[in-house]
């Protein structure tokens, strides 16, 4: 029972990938779901979340006005296009379903337990 991240891939700055999270197991309906990172040697931070509805969405401040996420209930798959992607978004990408509330996304190193059914993540180079 995990969410299977896919999409990633190598592209130069300033380009641009669509991450899809799709459930294994189990479906994404009504579920909060959220994107999360983790880059070499770092630790593993949020990047943006969405509600079970789909009508509200947090994102870290360096996401806002690059990273769009999106939901689609009836494929039970959520999405994060990226666009204006730079080096230091490089990093492998996961999802999760968790609650989806800034400070609990900003944050994610104290709440790490509220989040639950991670599968392997998919890898996003971005090269200068």
């Known amino acids: 029972v995990q969410l299977q991240a896919s999409g990633g891939g190598s592209v130069r700055s300033g380009g641009s990938l669509r991450l899809s999270c799709v459930a294994s197991g189990f479906t994404l309906d009504w579920s909060p779901v959220a994107w999360f990172r983790q880059a070499p040697g770092k630790e593993r931070e949020g990047v943006a979340c969405?509600?079970?509805?789909?009508?509200?969405?947090r994102y870290i401040e360096s996401a806002k006005g690059r990273f769009t996420i999106s939901r689609d209930n009836a494929e039970s798959a959520v999405y994060l296009q990226m666009n204006l992607l730079r080096p230091e978004d490089t990093a492998v990408y996961y999802c999760?379903?968790?609650?989806?509330?800034?400070?609990?996304?900003?944050?994610?190193?104290?709440?790490?337990?509220?989040?639950?059914?991670w599968g392997q993540g998919t890898q996003v180079t971005v090269s200068s």
């Open positions: 999760a379903v968790g609650p989806c509330l800034g400070p609990i996304l900003r944050d994610y190193s104290a709440y790490r337990a509220k989040f639950r059914n």
């Open positions: 969405i509600n079970s509805s789909g009508d509200s969405t």
